[in-house]
């Protein structure tokens, strides 16, 4: 049995097993008894969670907390507003924009995380899509103005490597398709995922290029493994970013936030975004005010370390994403120049060319 099958089928999510990774606290206990919720992750990312720290970064990205029955200012049927559910689609297409969207595939991870914004769906499970992906590929395939695909779910790196490989060569053979994209946690969370047989289906020069998108949180989750797991996607001609979710005592602080962004490009990660913890429903222990991630780039990244270090920070909405950088570079301008701020607060001039 291959390693990664093998993870899935041990997977941490019972009471007995978290017992045999941590020193399960009794709110903890109370959380797993009480939520009707789907949790659980695999061995390997249950054992670098510390055993000892219920605040651990990845334990409370994994461990149900009893603050999921807390919502002040979620919002209900998140999922349905968010992606435009109502409009007439296949439930595999979300859809927010002219020329991409979101293909769902599946709703299983390889591990459940706690803040997740599809949790309805995913870990929640009361909001039931059909993921029919023949319907999904002929609605693509009727729908010449989108070029680029994104592969979701749930996790799409969860799938076999024959339905990966199915639904490549199904998009690649679309004529208006120009790029297809997985995002998923996979690599991080069971990168042994990323075997030979998987890498084969999808590796090559090819018209229609490969990007993955993963999603890492804190430093402490990338590992030699996820770096070996990184090196292999690149290695066979796929691009790699990084989509982290800013997350309110996992990575909120100046030092873990840069750490974070100097820790992906050292595995050849490019840092592509920061998202705002959404408003999806029981998550709010998670969320931060939303100025929060500006002031992050601005104290932890801009002018700080290296410029490719630096995500962009958006609030993921209905209408789209809506950008929600540091806006104080501008400090004024006339008809003759600009004056501007550096992040050490720094002033400086340029001249205004009129148009
Ligand atoms: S891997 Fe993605 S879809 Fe799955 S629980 Fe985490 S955030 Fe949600």
Redesign the pocket.
């Known amino acids: 049995m291959e390693e990664w099958v093998h993870q899935l089928e041990n997977r941490v999510n019972t009471l007995k097993k978290l017992k045999e990774f941590i020193n399960v606290t009794p709110d903890e206990e109370k959380a797993i008894k009480s939520l009707k919720t789907r949790w659980g992750t695999t061995p390997y990312f249950a054992s670098l969670m510390d055993p000892n720290d219920p605040k651990c970064p990845i334990r409370m990205q994994v461990v149900p907390s009893i603050k999921e029955l807390e919502n002040k200012y979620g919002m209900k049927d998140y999922l349905v507003w968010k992606e435009n559910r109502e409009e007439d689609r296949p439930d595999s297409i979300a859809r927010q924009y002219h020329d991409r969207i979101a293909f769902t595939i599946v709703d299983e991870?390889?591990?459940?995380?706690r803040?997740?914004?599809?949790?309805e769906v995913?870990?929640d499970r009361r909001l039931k899509l059909r993921f029919d992906v023949e319907e999904g590929l002929e609605w693509i395939r009727e729908h010449k103005e989108i070029r680029d695909v994104l592969m979701?779910?749930?996790?799409p790196f969860i799938l076999s490597d024959d339905k990966i490989k199915y639904l490549v060569d199904s998009l690649r053979e679309i004529p208006h398709i120009e790029m297809i994209r997985f995002?998923?946690?996979i690599p991080v969370?069971l990168p042994h995922r990323i075997t030979p047989g998987l890498t084969k289906v999808m590796k090559g020069h090819h018209r229609v290029p490969i990007w993955v998108v993963i999603?890492c949180n804190h430093p402490k989750e990338i590992t030699e493994r996820v770096s070996k797991a990184v090196y292999d996607l690149l290695s066979c001609g796929i691009n790699v970013g990084n989509q982290g979710v800013l997350l309110k005592g996992i990575n909120d602080d100046v030092k873990t936030f840069r750490e974070l962004h100097q820790k992906l490009l050292s595995i050849r990660v490019r840092p592509y975004y920061i998202f705002y913890c959404e408003p999806a429903p029981g998550i709010d222990h998670f969320r931060t005010p939303v100025e929060k991630g500006a002031e992050l780039i601005r104290d932890a990244i801009r002018g700080h370390t290296s410029g490719l270090a630096q995500p962009m920070y958006v609030i993921a909405t209905n209408i789209g994403k809506i950008p929600l950088m540091p806006d104080y570079y501008i400090l004024e301008k006339n008809e003759k120049e600009y004056k501007l701020r550096n992040y050490e607060g720094k002033e400086t001039t340029i001249p205004n060319i009129p148009e």
Do not use: L
């Open positions: 991870c390889a591990s459940y995380c803040h997740c914004f599809r949790k995913v870990t979701t779910g749930g996790d995002h998923t946690r969370t999603q």
